[in-house]
Structures are given as C-alpha cells and as structure tokens.
C-alpha cells in the first residue's frame, strides 16, 4: 500500500483553512488505496478512465463522490451516469447534451465542469473563450434540464517555468470572473478547478477551489 499520510495531512492542512476542496486522483490505482484514504475520511476522488471507474465504484463504499476528470467519449456517458457525482472536463456542445440526456433516463441531474483550454501546449483539450461563451450563453444549453454547469477547470502546461503556470491560471481565473455573474436555471459558476501535484501551492494562491491530486498522494504511476 503506497498511500502516502504524511502528504495526505500537510495537503490537507493547507487546503482546508482557504475552503478549497481535494479531488484524489486514483487512476491507475489500487481500490486498497482508495480504502486506505476512505479511512482517513477522503470522500472526493476522481478517475479518468470510463472502464477502469467501472470496475472499482461497486467495490469501495458508496457515500465516495466519484468525478469523472479524464477525457470522456460520448458513448461512454452512460455506463458511469448513475452514480458519478461530478463530470470535470467537458469542453463540447455534443458532450453536454450527452451527459443531459443520460441524466434525464435516470431522473438526476448531473453537475459539470466545463475545460478551458489554458495551456500553450496543444496536446491538452479545452475551449476557448469564444466557444466557452457559445456555451454559457446559447439556446441549446438553455434548454437542457439535466446537467448543470457548475464551474470551470483548466491545466496549465507540464513546466518548472512558474510564471508560465501562473499566467495560464490567472487566464482561466480571469474568464470565470467574467463569467461568475451569469446565472441561469442550469448555469452557476461556482468551482474554479485548475492545481495538480506539481502546482497545486500556485493554485490555491491563484484562487482555485478544487484541486485534483495524485502523485503526491499515492505515489507516481507506472
Ligand atoms: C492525472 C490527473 C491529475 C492528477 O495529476 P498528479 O500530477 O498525479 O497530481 C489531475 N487532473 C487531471 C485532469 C488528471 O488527468
């Protein structure tokens, strides 16, 4: 078992005075490990693989809120519907009325995270301002009754430059001010999601309210 407590309580111990949540990041890992942070009272852990979420929910205790924080295939929504709590990284149109019309089979309603893309690199996935705004403000989203769009997240390129971090995440911060305002029956911007492993320190400084943390918790992966 390769949980790492100390880590757990020091990331803890700054997160939590400043209110800003910890999303476990347990891909690739064992469900022991997810256990072995249940125990300490962890409750929010994310997973970004559709089949591997699969296989671990029905093992583990099933008050754990699962987000789903990978790159999700719309033809994948439905096997992880029922139960998962919160789907981080949705950066389309299609995916969105997706995510709603899989909610809607199971009368729930389904909060998201829409993926800004803030990073220099062009491997990551996200929208851009224009596209964000297409989707907060058209017809289409209005007309959705099963998802709601509870905030931002965004990653910053993988670099030692931590000026480069930071102006990536006050980008991303900078649209959810703009945005944070415009409320609607499915639209309240409430979570500003950007901070890993590496700078999640930097994020919290920034102003986000959730960081998704894995390596640092249980170990590199493989
Ligand atoms: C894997 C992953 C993380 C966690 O990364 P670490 O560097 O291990 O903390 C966070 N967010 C997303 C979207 C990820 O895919």
């Known amino acids: 078992m390769a949980v790492n407590i100390a880590a757990y309580n020091q990331i803890l111990a700054e997160l939590q005075p400043q209110g800003v949540t910890l999303v476990a ?9 997810i256990q072995a942070l249940y125990d300490l009272g962890q409750r929010d852990f994310g997973e970004n693989y559709v089949q591997e979420l699969t296989e671990k929910q029905p093992q583990l205790p099933a008050d754990i809120r699962w987000h789903f924080i990978g790159h999700l295939q719309s033809n994948k929504v439905k096997y992880i519907a ?6 981080h990284g949705v950066d389309s149109a299609k995916l969105l009325k997706e995510i709603d019309k899989q909610a809607a089979k199971l009368g729930r309603v389904i909060p998201v995270l829409l993926q800004v893309f803030i990073a220099r690199e062009e491997t990551k996935f996200g929208l851009d301002a224009a ?3 297409a989707i907060l403000t058209g017809d289409e989203t209005a007309g959705l009754r099963n998802i709601r769009i509870e905030g931002l997240m965004g990653m910053a390129s993988f670099t030692d430059n931590t000026n480069n971090i930071r102006e990536e995440f006050r980008s991303l911060k900078a649209l959810h001010s703009r945005w944070s305002g415009h409320r609607t029956h499915n639209i309240e911007l409430k979570t500003l999601s950007f901070g890993m492993s ?18 640092l918790l249980f170990g590199a992966r493989g």
Do not use: C, H, Q, W
């Not at 990041?25 to 490990?33: A, L, Y």
């Not at 999640?200 to 998704?212: D, K, M, P």
């Open 131 to 133: 596209e964000l705004e």
């Open 25 to 33: 990041v347990s891909k690739t890992k064992p469900v022991e490990d």
């Open 198 to 215: 590496s700078d999640y320190a930097i994020a919290i400084g920034e102003g986000s309210n959730l960081v998704r943390i894995g390596s």
């Open 82 to 87: 029922p139960y998962v709590f919160m789907i």
